[in-house]
């Protein structure tokens, strides 16, 4: 059996405001991900590789979360 670990539950929001905060979260998440793939695209090969990471491999990890930089 395997377990799922997240960072954080979803929250289900209800009220007014709610799709103004899930925007919010949007362009949140967002810009970390702009930040993952600005830091990993700067490093030469060799600490890449040194991580494990192929740059042709990049937009993949920044998008499935997997390296947090």
Known sequence: ??????????????????PV???????????AMAHRYDVLSRLPNDQLAARGIRREDIPRIVVNGVYDA
């Open 1 to 18: 059996m395997s377990t799922l670990a997240l960072d954080h539950l979803p929250v289900r929001r209800r009220g007014f405001f709610r």
């Open 21 to 31: 905060v899930e925007f919010l979260d949007g362009v949140a998440l967002a810009l």
